[in-house]
């Protein structure tokens, strides 16, 4: 059965120069799954293609043997002296390889030297074939994952190959790396992934779960059973089918969730067992669900690219105005960062590496206008940043960002002194317990950003008053944000800066969100929640209407009520003399 998310891909394989009783195993993204319909280079020359295998793919078969290559190929006609490699990364020498006889279109399997053992670190594994024309030699299959694919082409000029990851290839390089060890077991399944449609999930309603598991050893699997255990409820499924070396099974099921109480937090352990697995710590996952009566307001992140080179962002600046001035204002922060086309005047050195955001290997490119909401994947892409358009356009993606809960709260303050120039920014956070289901290693992020700033030249207008807004200027956390423990559920910083006289203090804004960050993974990095605060803006005391109240209350972020508000963050509903009732969120300094 095919694996819904193509990941590393662990079979057995033919036994080959190497000791009795040693066992083999084929490490590769492709799944053994080979094609007729390939894909080529143009050009009289010699043409490479690899795959890269990382520390943590590698790390557990440490001490294992390379004992040989298998080099799939859509077809072999009009290509001569291939051969398989592999190296500690795609620029440097080969540590071992082997020319492969008389190719064909398929699998080509052969035996390497022996003598290189996994170490943990990287390995470039690939093949190279000089050709005299283009040849759709190259097989691609599967989904397409980071380093699944590169493409090499010999540069006569320098005298090495010239490699790059085509954005437009669809699917990974089918090419394995075969190791030997006699520690590997005949039989072993393992529990690759455990996923959920929605987590937390509304009080009553099921957790869609869904399991893949994989056979990575020698034998077939005849028949193994898997299930899940929480709280006092246990199930289990018989699966009395055979499972081949190399293949995935996906299984979903529906939790009931009727025992929970409104707001809970449970530990989920998923099992898997087959009859004598000889590998029993990958036969569990232990996974946090929850259910959720209550959520938190949303401050949706709004990560915006521009230049002053380029024609068109004056554009995406209009379409983020006219968010703030059609209602959008309270409830989104926005970050200018001046990268993603040409830097400019307004570029600072340490935002250039959120571009990792366009493409983490750096190959894709940039474009701007563009923006980022709370760092989210876009569906069937590679990366969260999306071309901004019209407001028109633009403003039904912002809804369905602002309308996703959140379980987190964060308010952010500040205060300056004038005489020494020193900014605090004062940072509150707490989460609802169902927070946990969501993100076990939370950071805070704080930036600062500067309103108008009056344009040098900036394209596509031609106006002596334009002014810049939002203007990324400093991060007073680390790059990816400082990690942090809650305590009772309740987080308070103080972040500190010196501010340059060339900032105008009265146009400046801090910016605070919560996220996760993941550096192997670009869809682990999302955003939970956001806060802004203007200079000026005053947080001591309890915060005061505009008009008198006529009663007012106070409530936790999880909705109890408070009698007595003390330093923290609240709800607070107010009943006006007109009958209207308002909530809005508070963050009280006293």
Known sequence: MNIINRTLTLCAATMMCVAAHSASLRIGYCEGEVTDDGVSKVGKTTI?????LHEKELAKYAG???TGIRVGLATAEGIDNLTGWIRPSLESDNLDEVKIQSPQAGWNEASLDGGVKIDGKPLAVGFSYSQGKSVQAISLVGTPVA?????????????VDKWEAPSSAFGVLSVELIISDPSFPEKDIEITDVAFDEMPVKHGSDIAMTVTVHNTALKTIDNFTWGYETGDEKKSFSVNSTLNS??????TCEIPTSSFTDDETRLLKVTVDTEADGKTDNNYRDVMVGTYTNSIPR???IEEFTSEECGNCPRGIGTLQECMDNGYANRIAIVAHHVGYKYDWLTVEEDKVYEWFYDPQGLDGTFAPAVMLDRTMLPRKKSPVRSLGYYSEFAPQLDDALGIPAFVSVDVAMDYDADTHNLDVIVNAEKLPVFDTQCMSPRINVYLVEDKILHHNQAGISSDTFTHSHVYRKRLTDTWGDSFSWDGGKMTRTFSCTVPDSWKVENLEAVAFI???DADDIDNCRVFNAAKWKTGTTAIGLPTFDNEAVSVEYYDISGRKVAEPTNGLYIRRAIHPDGKVTADKIMIQQ
């Not at 380093?147 to 005298?159: A, E, R």
């Not at 190399?246 to 299984?251: D, L, M, S, T």
């Open 147 to 159: 380093d699944g694919f590169w493409l090499g082409k010999y540069d006569t000029k320098t005298g």
């Open 246 to 251: 190399q293949e995935y099974a996906v299984f």
């Open 299 to 301: 401050m949706t992140l």
């Open 64 to 66: 294992a043997e390379v």
């Open 48 to 52: 490479s293609a690899a795959i890269i």
């Open 515 to 517: 996220a996760s960050h």
